[in-house]
């Protein structure tokens, strides 16, 4: 509002661009209050991640186990290698 009413003053003073500042400032000013409240508001709006498993088609069900047995494998690996070396 202070902005304004300053910018108000000064294009009628005569300075031409202080003219798109009188109109500028209420937009940001609006456009801030609308992001307020759009954060103050969004926490009961906001869609809750689903706690049941997702489940696999189908098709792909051995690619599942394929991936999770390489993936214990890397795992077992990673884990060897460390440990030689001195890791944990």
Request: without cysteine; negative net charge.
């Amino acid at each position: 509002m202070v902005a304004f009413v300053y910018e108000l003053a000064r294009a009628r003073a005569g300075n031409a661009l202080s003219w798109a500042y009188v109109f500028e400032w209420p937009l940001l000013a609006g456009f801030g209050i609308y992001l307020w409240w759009h954060v103050i508001s969004a926490p009961s709006k906001r869609r809750q991640p689903d706690k049941a498993q997702e489940t696999v088609a189908p098709e792909h069900v051995e690619m599942l186990a394929a991936w999770n047995e390489q993936q214990m494998r890397l795992r077992d690996a990673n884990g060897a290698s460390s440990s030689e070396i001195g890791g944990p």
